[in-house]
């Protein structure tokens, strides 16, 4: 219906040695997990989103992709519990999000978030769902409150019946345990017609908004 959900903030860097070059979050990030950094990365996002970012960005809620590292980093959840407390306007547009593989393999540390920062006003998502192949079993335990599908599901849905009734199961699903359902990779109005037709809630690529740039 063209309601905005929020607005998912996708981590680059800017190399200027190189005229500028744009180096994308899957080049460096695998890298500062290989040396113990992305959990910083992941402390510097957060406060430039809210002391720079998020107050240019409107009332937006926004979406933070996260790295695994912070989950499972001894003082971390402290310091951000500690962080949002005194930025609580920041606290209640925060969406935290983990690829699926990660939330899944530290579910345990990552229900302690959830229950730790749900009543500052943060929401959680997981994303790239589809890939892992992980069980609601394991999903249903987190109270998250978003699944964003994988966007080789959304790239095939029109042309392979088995990926349509999964995203229709999965939306089924999800709906049940309170989640909304956001694809990957929307970038035509006829897959866009046929998501909603299967129960997806949302949707992010080209067709429904393209990226912008803002710099930190």
Not at 193 to 209: E, S
């Amino acid at each position: 219906d063209g309601e905005l959900l929020h607005i998912e903030l996708f981590l680059r860097l800017i190399d200027l040695e190189r005229d500028g070059a744009v180096i994308p979050a899957g080049i460096f990030v695998p890298m500062a997990e290989s040396l113990g950094l992305a959990s910083r990365i992941d402390r510097w996002v957060i406060t430039e989103v809210a002391e720079r970012l998020g107050p240019a960005l409107g009332e937006a809620r926004l979406a933070i992709n996260m790295s695994s590292s912070s989950l499972v980093e001894e003082g971390f959840l402290d310091w951000l519990a500690e962080y949002l407390a005194r930025h609580p306007g920041l606290a209640g547009r925060l969406i935290l999000e983990w690829s699926e593989y990660g939330a899944v393999a530290h579910r345990h540390q990552l229900k302690d978030w959830i229950e730790r920062l749900t009543p500052l006003g943060v929401e959680f998502s997981l994303d790239h769902f589809g890939k892992g192949f992980s069980s609601f079993a394991a999903i249903r335990e987190l109270k998250l409150h978003y699944l964003k599908v994988d966007g080789s599901f959304t790239r095939s849905v029109q042309e392979n019946p088995d990926d349509g009734f999964f995203l229709q199961v999965v939306a089924d699903i999800a709906h049940g345990l309170e989640m909304m359902v956001i694809a990957e990779s929307v970038e035509d109005p006829s897959t866009w017609q046929r998501l909603r037709g299967l129960g997806v809630d949302g949707g992010r690529g080209y067709h429904l908004g393209r990226p912008s740039d803002v710099r930190a």
